[in-house]
Nanobody
């Protein structure tokens, strides 16, 4: 069983930066390095949208076109933590951000979702 815990959201102004954190809690059979981990977001009245993800075992990263060049993923394997560094935030980035994990790869349906952390960007 895996539990994902996000933090770092908040209210910022356009152009500001935020760093979201996702801590991966799993047992010995659910190791952090055996999962692909990433982020989705959902704005009010909109569908959930892919943001960024790591492939499992450090295979690489993917970013949506809407955040490419502004958002960056990093991780600390010793802390079982993935970070989403968000720069040049815009009002359209306002959403609830969810950490996700999947044993195969990040897609629409993932094995595990966190509860989310709210990011609000004012103009």
């Amino acid at each position: 069983q895996v539990h994902l815990e996000e933090s770092g959201g908040g209210l910022v102004q356009a152009g500001d930066s935020l760093r979201l954190s996702c801590v991966f809690f799993g047992d010995s059979e659910d190791s952090f390095t055996n999962y692909a981990v990433g982020w989705f977001r959902q704005a009010p009245g909109a569908q959930r949208e892919f943001v960024a993800s790591f492939l499992k075992r450090g295979g690489g990263t993917y970013y949506s076109d809407s955040v490419k060049g502004r958002f960056t993923l990093s991780k600390d394997n010793a802390k079982n933590t993935v970070y989403l560094h968000m720069n040049s935030l815009q009002p359209e980035d306002t959403a609830r951000y969810y950490c996700v994990a999947d044993q195969v790869g990040i897609g629409i349906n993932n094995d595990y979702w966190g509860q989310g952390t709210q990011v609000t960007v004012s103009s």
